[in-house]
């Protein structure tokens, strides 16, 4: 390493005047000129070349031409851990240059700016090459469906995309590619989807900068600012970034686009989605809301960094950058619809070309021109010592007059005149273009001395439903005397997040529902703070949670149980469950206790979180009705599943294992009946099973092997049914065994086959062809496929059989579906049951000759028999759709207070949440509709029962 005094033999006189300024005021460039003057030599060859992108890309494709020793001819031929020794040599080569610049030529802050930022860019250019290559040799080429190549770009934001970083700035970048539609060609390692490709290659872009090695980092390469932060992919198709924004896109990110900018990667495609996005970034009409957005943030902004610590800071304080900044972007954005040529990204250059058109005047521009070259070259100065991201003037520095020095001040007091000077005017202007204008919700409903009958009064101006009840809970929510906010952060957040909360639901006339929700769901700050951390990371989080609130009384009341379940709205889990995967959830969740008490409160915490999953995904319409249905019964049959084996090994320790005549294991079998069985299961439904064991005999110990699966029945009942502050699982209904409630709770498969070849009637036969097995590795399954082929699927019912299942169907609307006006849209006339029954009708005529009728859904079912040309076309699509109709129907109003009911509500506030969601414009058109849907269905029941009766 080289020493002060031996700088003359190292370098000319003319060559230590130049140095010299930068020696004294720069430690960190110091440093590593005394340990590597090769890299000083190099910044003294470039003195006088143009220092643009152009020239710097070039440059750094052309190592030989660089004074750096161990270097590849060709750039794209180093390993990797050469790649980034040279990009990091060549960073200090440039900062030398930016050093001279600044400390001994003196140049304009405007060319200093552009010169970080285009090297910047310039090395983002390079770094993407050098992946891109990397991973093609390994994965080949990103291909779209067409075999067209996919186009990427790398998009800088903040004052990267401004084209103004300072000397120390991060690097805010997204990343953006054509489509996720495709894949690779394939390379030494394989194939890889197209987003698995970019991930890739935005993983190695930071990581070529953004890792410190010995040689220290080139930037710190931020990529927070992408859709849903770091909790976001970390690049994203074209589409996602434009569906992102316009369905989610808040005040901040349209800040932050304003400046972006395509710094690597394709221009013409980058280019395209910033073309794209405008639109959002400037709305068609003036929007002061968004004043008030920036004025709040400045303002916090302001006050956090006075509490923190009082110093002065050149970026965040008090008439500082981020106020010119905002004064310029929100100039731009009230004036661009009616004059888009006011946009430009760089600051100073937007300063001028408002005050072209007129919107700051000969003063303020003058002001904010001066005041930022000023500001900024505070900010330069600070940084250019240590390399350190500050923006806060040293005043507690032992080094603080050298700061001032290369500041331009020759004592402390001249400087703080001016700089007080400077942002008492910029604060000045600030307050003036951007005006407070009326007061925030926040700021309202938080003054303790606003009396009721005012807040009343001001939501009632503000449109709010049931104002005197809002105002209630709003004072209940925000008294002093409440214990629930421990700290003025939190009353800060809660805040904050109750004034986003009360914009969402203004018109809403169950707006006091959803405030008492939150009242109670904010009642702890951890759970303030994790909401918050969540709504931040993913806005649209909060309508979703809305829609829950709003349309169930049971789910948010789980919500308020399991905290649980935030992860489930945060990040939804796909639904589509298998029965399999069900039940190894349940045993890895107990899998690490022996308590069963706590057992019990486990496995109905894991059920709430599943259930909630399929609620919530039904509710935001991210699935039909149909597969919400199959979910739902996967679900069952995995609970099933994991408490029959759960408690088949407790009755085994107990009776021994239940043994047949030759002493083999007696198998049993477990059958889903009704909705269970066809995979139509709605929310709050029970569990219609029929348990069958293989043979009689004993048990190990001498019990009857009845009495040990009567046993086992019963504990399954008990297991599922108990409740604990979680709830319980499911009740069990098994009047559906032979000879019902009054029969045997379990019997041998011989018996039940005895029985239904001889003895059942055709109701029952109905019933089993709904019927299937849960526990499918049985080895009585076989039996029961070979029984329902000779008891149904072997012959054909004649005519007297489909009276009697048509004079059943009208026996069920007799005794539970009348009169007519309770609108019971499952046993009532025109009803859900008129579907099954026929449905079921063609099936016990018609699967002897069609296997695709050996089906035990309905939905599925009906598809088959419209193949198959058995009923004709209008038959079918007033079945289909009237059978999704009433489905849905069922499925909202039981999942509002998880009862089992198939009556349309009376409560007018139920009536009201089923017509919504269901998109019926009013009560009179829904009850049309219902009407119109019961007599379709009834027309096409009588129809096709007439058609088989007059055969």
């Not at 020696?23 to 005394?34: D, G, R, T, V």
């Not at 143009?50 to 020239?55: E, G, H, M, P, Q």
């Not at 019912?797 to 609307?813: F, G, L, P």
Request: hydrophobic letters at 35%; glycine letters at 4%; a neutral charge.
């Amino acid at each position: 390493m080289v020493n002060q005094y031996d700088l003359k033999s190292l370098f000319s006189d003319e060559q230590i005047d130049l140095l010299t300024p930068v020696l004294k005021h720069s430690i960190f460039l110091k440093n590593k000129i005394f340990t590597e003057p090769s890299l000083a030599y190099s910044a003294f060859n470039k003195l006088n070349s143009i220092r643009d992108k152009v020239t710097i890309q070039s440059e750094l494709l052309n190592p030989s031409n660089i004074e750096v020793n161990n270097q590849n001819s060709e750039i794209f031929e180093m390993p990797e851990t050469k790649f980034l020794e040279y990009l990091r040599d060549f960073k200090y080569i440039e900062y030398i240059i930016i050093a001279l610049e600044e400390l001994y030529f003196k140049k304009d802050i405007l060319e200093i700016t552009a010169h970080i930022s285009a090297f910047a860019s310039a090395m983002l250019e390079i770094s993407y090459r050098y992946a891109y290559r990397f991973l093609e040799e390994k994965y080949g080429k990103p291909k779209d469906e067409e075999d067209r190549d996919v186009p990427f770009s790398v998009i800088g934001l903040g004052k990267l995309g401004g084209w103004e970083l300072n000397f120390s700035s991060d690097i805010d970048i997204m990343y953006v590619y054509g489509t996720e539609k495709g894949k690779t060609t394939g390379g030494s390692k394989g194939r890889l989807s197209n987003h698995e490709f970019f991930v890739k290659l935005g993983e190695k872009i930071k990581y070529y900068l953004n890792e410190r090695t010995e040689k220290g980092f080139v930037y710190r390469v931020d990529l927070r600012l992408r859709p849903d932060g770091d909790r976001g992919p970390l690049a994203l198709p074209i589409r996602s970034y434009e569906t992102y924004y316009e369905l989610y896109g808040q005040s901040w990110e349209r800040m932050m686009l304003l400046k972006g900018t395509v710094v690597a990667g394709d221009e013409e495609f980058g280019e395209r989605l910033l073309k794209n996005l405008r639109p959002f970034i400037f709305r068609r009409s003036i929007d002061y809301k968004l004043i008030n957005d920036l004025l709040d943030v400045k303002s916090k902004i302001a006050g956090h960094v006075k509490l923190k610590s009082g110093k002065k800071d050149v970026k965040l304080g008090y008439g500082g950058i981020r106020e010119i900044e905002f004064t310029v972007q929100a100039l731009q954005i009230l004036n661009y619809p009616r004059n888009p040529e006011v946009y430009r990204k760089n600051t100073l250059e937007s300063i001028a070309t408002l005050h072209k058109f007129g919107l700051l005047t000969d003063d303020e521009s003058l002001i904010l021109d001066q005041s930022y070259r000023f500001l900024r070259k505070l900010e330069h100065m600070a940084q250019i010592e240590m390399e350190q991201q500050t923006h806060a003037i040293p005043e507690d520095s032992e080094r603080f007059l050298l700061y001032l020095e290369r500041s331009g001040f020759s004592n402390p007091d001249d400087f703080y005149k001016k700089y007080s000077d400077v942002t008492n005017n910029v604060n000045r202007i600030f307050k003036t273009i951007i005006s407070e204008g009326k007061p925030t919700l926040s700021k309202i409903i938080s003054d303790e001395d606003l009396e009721k009958e005012d807040l009343i009064n001001f939501l009632k101006s503000e449109g709010y439903i049931n104002p005197d009840i809002m105002a209630d809970i709003l004072k209940k929510m925000t008294s002093k005397k409440s214990d629930k906010l421990k700290s003025a952060a939190d009353t800060k957040l809660f805040l904050n997040l109750l004034e986003i909360i009360l914009t969402e639901i203004k018109e809403m006339e169950d707006a006091p529902k959803i405030l008492s929700f939150f009242e109670r769901f904010f009642s702890r700050s951890d759970i303030l703070y994790l909401f918050y951390d969540i709504f931040s990371n993913s806005p649209a989080i909060l309508k979703k949670l809305i829609t829950i609130i709003r349309y169930s009384n049971y789910l948010p009341n789980l919500i308020l149980q399991n905290r649980n379940l935030l992860d489930y709205i945060y990040d939804p889990k796909i639904s589509d469950y298998s029965s399999h995967e069900i039940y190894e959830t349940f045993l890895n969740t107990v899998s690490n206790t022996d308590d069963e008490e706590f057992e019990y409160n486990l496995t109905r915490k894991k059920f709430q979180e599943l259930f909630f999953n399929v609620a919530y995904s039904y509710l935001n319409n991210e699935v039909n009705i149909i597969r919400c249905g199959k979910n739902l019964t996967e679900l069952a049959h995995g609970a099933i599943l994991f408490a029959f084996n759960r408690e088949y090994e407790k009755v085994v320790k107990r009776y021994g294992k239940p043994l047949k005549k030759d002493k083999t294991l007696s198998d049993y079998l477990i059958l889903g009946m009704g909705k269970l069985g066809s995979r139509e299961m709605s929310f709050g439904s029970d569990l219609d099973i029929i348990v069958l064991y293989e043979e009689e005999g004993f048990t190990e110990s001498g019990k009857t092997n009845q009495e040990f699966f009567s046993r086992l029945v019963q504990k399954v009942i008990s297991y599922l049914a108990t409740p604990t502050v979680y709830g319980y699982l499911y009740e069990i209904d098994m009047r559906l065994r032979p000879s019902g409630s009054k029969g045997a709770l379990v019997t041998t498969f011989r018996s039940f086959k005895d029985y239904q070849l001889n003895k059942a009637m055709l109701w029952e036969k109905q019933a089993l062809l709904r019927a299937d097995v849960i526990n499918r590795n049985s080895s009585l399954k076989q039996d029961f496929d070979n029984l329902l082929i000779d008891l149904i699927f072997s012959k054909s019912i004649d005519k007297e059989a489909i009276k009697e299942i048509y004079e059943m169907r009208m026996r069920i609307e007799k005794e539970k579906g009348e009169p007519y006006e309770i609108y019971d849209i499952k046993a009532g006339y025109g009803g859900i049951i008129d579907i099954e029954f026929t449905v079921q009708m063609i099936q016990l005529i018609h699967a002897k000759e069609y296997n695709e009728l050996r089906l035990k859904n309905t939905h599925d079912l009906l598809h088959n028999i419209r193949e198959l040309d058995i009923i004709k076309g209008r038959d079918f699509y007033a079945f289909h759709n009237n059978y999704v109709f009433f489905r849905n129907i069922e499925n909202f109003i039981r999942i509002l207070n998880n009862k089992s009911t198939s009556k349309i509500p009376k409560h007018e506030d139920q009536l009201k949440k089923l017509i919504d969601f269901l998109k019926i414009k009013s009560t009179d058109k829904f009850f049309s509709h219902l009407d119109d849907a019961r007599k379709t269905v009834r027309n096409s029941f009588n129809r096709i029962f007439d058609s088989y009766t007059k055969l």
